[in-house]
C-alpha cells in the first residue's frame, strides 16, 4: 500500500528527492514518515509530516538538509534530500500511521510500511 521509489547512488554533497505513493488507505487521515536502515544497524527516524501538511519533524542528523512535505490529492509523500553525505547511506522506507504527534519517532508506532528504496552517498 506504500510505494517508495526514488533512490540511487550520488556523490556526497548531491541531492536525491525520494517518493512514496499510497493506495488502498484514507492518506489524509495518517501522519506519513520516512525512516532509514544502514547495513548492521537499526531502523531509524528521519522525518514526519501530519495529516495537514503542518509542523514537519526532523532528526537532528537530517536537520537543515533533509525537507519532507505531501500531496494529499496525489497521496504522496516526498523526502527532498540535499547536502547528502555518505553516512546518510541506507535504505529509505516510507510508513503511515495514525498517532498522535508524541510517537512520530517510534517506529512501532506505524500501521503500514513501504519496500524502501537504496540510497547510496560515495564519498
Known amino acids: 500500500q506504500l510505494q517508495a521509489s526514488g533512490g540511487g547512488l550520488v556523490q556526497a554533497g548531491g541531492s536525491l528527492s525520494l517518493s512514496c505513493a499510497a493506495s488502498g488507505l484514507i492518506f489524509r487521515m495518517y501522519t506519513l514518515g520516512w525512516f532509514r536502515q544502514a547495513p548492521g544497524q537499526e531502523r531509524e527516524f528521519v522525518a514526519a509530516?501530519?495529516?495537514?501538511?503542518?509542523?514537519?519533524y526532523y532528526a537532528d542528523s537530517v536537520k537543515g538538509r533533509f525537507s519532507i512535505s505531501r500531496d494529499n490529492a496525489k497521496n504522496t509523500v516526498y523526502l527532498q534530500m540535499n547536502r547528502l553525505r555518505p553516512d546518510d547511506t541506507a535504505v529509505y522506507h516510507c510508513a503511515a500511521t495514525l498517532a498522535g504527534a508524541g510517537s512520530v519517532v517510534y517506529r512501532n508506532a506505524y500501521n503500514y510500511w513501504g519496500q524502501g528504496t537504496l540510497v547510496t552517498v560515495s564519498s
Open positions: 509530516i501530519g495529516r495537514s501538511g503542518g509542523i514537519p
